[in-house]
């Protein structure tokens, strides 16, 4: 496993994401998946459900052997180790924070996945691409803490060979009605701007413009928001049983969890829905 790394320009998020990694491994699930499940049964924990997203994932792109995918915003490499190992993809990951991508090389030689999974420290608006390189891209819950909405569309479609997909999921408001009323309050701004330093919970209709407007195909929207819903009460669970552990790494931090996980549910389908986007490059 390689990883390169330039100097992100203006570091937006890194604060949330390079935490002690331990603080992750406390509430997420034992991937460290930072993004929805999916649901299939009210039996499913949260380990199962977010493996029947990362199939969901491979299905919507229509992942193959030897195909090369580009995960941009990989978080602690969930997608990229597991499209590796599950369906034999080539695999590189993008991301600001420092801390995710040694813990992503440590998995990849546990898995014997040194050769097929490699990282890239940075923001994916200062980083050079090979121009119709990938057969794959995705961005799970990153495109909301990425500035330039379009640039970021147009530099995948540049990466992406003829017949490409790319899959986006992200939270959004329903409405720019919403935006305007909610963007400033006081909750939507501690989980903005104290949780992750920068973020936009652009609309859906602003997404498939961006995308349209960069030369994609819509292939799919799927609605996702129940899944979050509940995706959010299992991280929930987990930074209650947790808590005296994740106040002993940093006071206080149980608390500000649960703050912002309890505001980010309270939305759910009244000010904010999540959505998944598949789309196609066709050529």
Known sequence: MTVDSVEPAAPKTNQHYDQDPRVFELYLDRTRKYSAGIYRTDEDTLDQAQQNKLHYVADRLGIREGGRLLDIGCGWGSLILFMAAEYGATTTGISPAPNQHAYIAEQAAAKGLTG???????????????????DAIT?????????DLDAVYRKAWAALKR?????VSESCYRNNAKRAEFAERENSVFVRDSI????DMRPLSDLVRGAEDAGFSVVAVDDLTEDYWRTIEDWLANVERNAARLDEIEPGLSEQLTRYLKTANAGWGYTTKHYSLTLAKSR
Do not use: A, C, K
């Not at 097929?116 to 990938?134: A, F, K, M």
């Not at 017949?163 to 899959?167: Q, S």
């Not at 992750?196 to 973020?199: D, I, Q, R, S």
């Open 116 to 134: 097929q999974v490699d990282t890239r420290v940075g923001q994916i608006e200062d980083l050079e691409l090979e121009p119709r390189s990938y």
């Open 163 to 167: 017949g490409g997909r790319m899959y």
């Open 139 to 147: 961005m799970l819950g990153s495109i909301v803490h990425m500035p």
């Open 196 to 199: 992750f330093g920068w973020g």
